[in-house]
């Protein structure tokens, strides 16, 4: 299916335009102190027209099913071995809770006119700006092109009171029409190392 460019879209973006609409997936995270967690991710890229893509996200930890609910699946898994008329009546088992959410950022994505005399030919600068409620903003530089987006901090700016994070790099692909991420962290004293990753697919495409 050809590629469609979003409604409106400022021509500044448009190396940018495969990222815009809401994104569902699952990931995990972990780092030293951060015990290894599985979480779900939903993400928004959207624009109002102007020359950058706004851009929300938000994580939630995964929460294992809790005793009632395995013990409803036991009982229904009981109608495999007795008769018919024998088997339990399944007990419902309650709809999943959203898990804690583990982080928040908000943002925006730019494609800023200055080109880098070093870029290759088939790519193009990109600056990305995100603020975090625990309280420190990041300002990444990088390059988008062929479904490929690297990113590394130029700026990190925190409060008295922020979490102790001193860099990062992100790299974001296009894969197979799923967005798939990963991130690395230097922060609270430690060096840079994987800090979280991710698959996402576009919210409403049909499977």
């Known amino acids: 299916m050809p590629f469609i460019l979003p409604e ?6 448009y190396p ?12 995990v995270v972990g780092y030293p102190g951060i015990e290894e967690s599985a979480f779900t991710q939903d993400v928004t890229f959207s624009h109002d027209g102007g020359p950058y893509l706004a851009y929300t996200s938000t994580i939630r930890l995964v929460v294992a099913p809790d005793d009632a609910a395995a013990l409803a699946a036991q009982d229904g898994d009981a109608s495999a071995v007795a008769g018919p008329e024998d088997a339990p009546a399944a007990t419902p088992v309650p709809a999943q809770e959203p898990g804690p959410v583990w982080s928040t950022e908000s943002g925006f994505w730019r494609v800023p006119p200055e080109r880098p005399a070093d870029l290759a030919d088939d790519q193009h600068p990109v600056e990305v700006l995100l603020a975090d ?75």
């Open 8 to 13: 409106g879209l400022a021509p500044e973006v």
């Open 16 to 27: 940018l335009a495969w990222l815009v609409g809401e994104w569902h997936g699952e990931g």
């Open 133 to 207: 409620p625990s309280g420190f903003v990041t300002l990444y530089l990088g390059a988008v092109g062929n479904g490929r987006i690297d990113l590394a901090t130029d700026v990190v700016a925190r409060t008295a009171t922020g979490a102790d994070v001193t860099a990062g790099t992100r790299l974001y692909g296009l894969v197979n029409g799923e967005l798939m991420w990963a991130h690395d962290l230097a922060a609270f004293g430690q060096p840079m190392q994987t800090y979280a990753s991710a698959r996402l697919a576009r919210v409403g495409d049909e499977a």
